[in-house]
């Protein structure tokens, strides 16, 4: 569904930042997309605004109850000048999926690509040139009405905003240091694991914390009730290749569905890669890593794509993966994801879809 939106244009252009100085999630573009929800009219007053600060009533439902949610996505230039998206349908039907478990009213179908795909249009000029520059897009909906009791709100604001962003790795894929969380739990069964929603991320800060106090960038999640599966790694999925096979934990609720894991596990299948979507102990890896089977561990998510993992800490063990290097497997899901993103290569599964 082809909508139009009004569009009021910034008459007073930022400059640009150097491509060289981005930091991610620091700067903004010149325009942001807005819309409304209410009882009475639905979503509308879909409109592209120059970008600014929000009003927002002090009682208003997110401030009190964390009623929101958001998607992120890139905005890529191809070599040729086309400006790129990856897979936008599948954050749309994400959003969808998220927005009905915290009892937020779903966009029309086709209003979210279709904000992102208008406001990346009008400032495409934006998007850095350069291997491994984009165009973070950060589309999110939270509850604007001002009323202090817990149910959902009866008003909500849906936004999107640009951010020039830098490569995730600025000197070359590095691989990580990832710290194994027996304490803190990030979702149980039942829970908002599974949806891209505020208070996940404000209820993982802890963990992080510690982890980062013991040197380590990056927690991974165990299941909550028997601290004993694995499950994410931070705000990304978690790949384990063990002799050969690669195994990811299934989506049952605790994990969010990364769309860079599905593309992962689409492109390992047609490669003939072993992948299994099951449950795999923190004892199961241990005892691989022993066994020296332990092959490669990766992150997946839209900001670094694939971020291999070169060490694991575990209780008081230390494992040390892949002699800390790039594995093979992750280096070719990375280089294979790059170039679908940036159209360099062909495309049968259209993932890729052109803003014009
Ligand atoms: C966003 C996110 C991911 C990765 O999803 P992508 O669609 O691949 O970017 C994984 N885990 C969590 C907790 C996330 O928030």
């Known amino acids: 569904m082809k909508q139009s939106f009004s569009c009021f244009r910034n008459e007073c252009p930022k400059e640009k930042p150097p491509v060289d100085g981005l930091v991610f999630g620091e700067q903004f573009t010149d325009h942001m997309f807005l819309m409304d929800y209410d009882q009475e009219q639905g979503w509308h007053d879909g409109r592209i605004v120059p970008y600014g600060p929000l009003e927002l009533d002090p009682a208003a439902g997110v401030l009190h109850y964390s009623q929101t949610m958001f998607e992120g996505l890139k905005a890529y230039r191809a070599q040729d000048g086309r400006v790129l998206l990856f897979r936008p349908d ?48 950060r589309p999110f909906i939270f509850a604007t009405e001002p009323f202090l009791g817990v149910r959902d709100s009866k008003q909500y604001k849906f936004v999107v905003i640009l951010s020039p962003v830098g490569p995730y790795f600025a000197e070359g894929m590095a691989p990580t240091r990832i710290f194994v969380e027996d304490e803190y739990v990030r979702a149980a069964p039942g829970g908002t694991g599974h949806a891209k929603i505020g208070s996940n991320y404000v209820g993982a800060l802890k963990a992080q914390e510690k982890a980062h106090e013991k040197g380590y960038s990056q927690v991974l999640w165990l299941d909550s009730k028997e601290h004993r599966y694995v499950e994410e790694i931070g705000t990304s999925n978690a790949f384990f290749v063990i002799n050969g096979e690669v195994i990811t934990a299934p989506l049952g609720g605790t994990i969010l569905p990364g ?58 063990k230390v494992m040390r993966i892949n002699e800390g290097r790039v594995g093979a497997l992750s280096k070719r899901l990375y280089d294979e994801l790059c170039a679908l993103q940036l159209g360099e290569v062909a495309d049968p599964y259209n993932w890729v879809v052109e803003v014009k």
């Open 259 to 316: 769309i860079t894991r599905d593309s992962v596990i689409h492109l390992l299948r047609e490669w003939g890669v072993p992948v299994h979507e099951k449950r795999l102990s923190i004892d199961q890896v241990y005892q691989a890593h022993q066994r020296g089977e332990l092959d490669e561990m990766f992150a997946t998510g839209t900001a670094a794509v694939i971020s291999p993992v070169g060490e694991l800490g575990w209780e008081d």
């Open 90 to 137: 599948k954050n749309e039907e994400r959003a969808r999926m998220t927005a009905l478990r915290i009892c937020i009213p779903p966009l029309p179908e086709g209003t979210m690509v279709e904000a992102v795909k208008q406001l990346v249009a009008i400032d495409q000029e934006w998007i850095p040139e350069g291997k491994g520059n984009s165009l973070y897009i």
